[in-house]
C-alpha cells in the first residue's frame, strides 16, 4: 500500500507541475506541452493534480476534452483506489 501511496504522490505532483509549467509557457508565448501527454499523465493516476493545476492556474478550463475528462478520471481512480483499499 506504501507504494501506491508514494506513485499517486510522485504523479500527481508531476502532473500539476506540468499544468503549471505549460500555462507559464503559454502565457510566454513559448514551446508547449501538448495536450495529449497532459491528459496521459492525468490518466495513469495524476487526475487530482491535474485537476488542482487546472483549477489553481486556470488552465484547460474552457477545453471540454479536459473539463470533461479530468473530472472523470479523477472519479474512477477514486473509486479503484477505495476498492484497493477495501480489499485489502
Known amino acids: 500500500m506504501s507504494i501506491l501511496i508514494w506513485y499517486l504522490s510522485v504523479i500527481n505532483f508531476t502532473t500539476w507541475a506540468a499544468y ?9 508565448g513559448k514551446w508547449r506541452t501538448p495536450g495529449r501527454t497532459l491528459l496521459l499523465l492525468a490518466l495513469i493516476g495524476g487526475s487530482l493534480g491535474a485537476l488542482a493545476g487546472m483549477i489553481m492556474f486556470r488552465h484547460k478550463t474552457r477545453k471540454a476534452k479536459f473539463f470533461i475528462s479530468v473530472p472523470v478520471m479523477f472519479v474512477v481512480h477514486c473509486v479503484i483506489v477505495a476498492m484497493l483499499v477495501y480489499m485489502k
Open 20 to 28: 503549471g509549467l505549460d500555462k507559464g509557457r503559454a502565457k510566454s
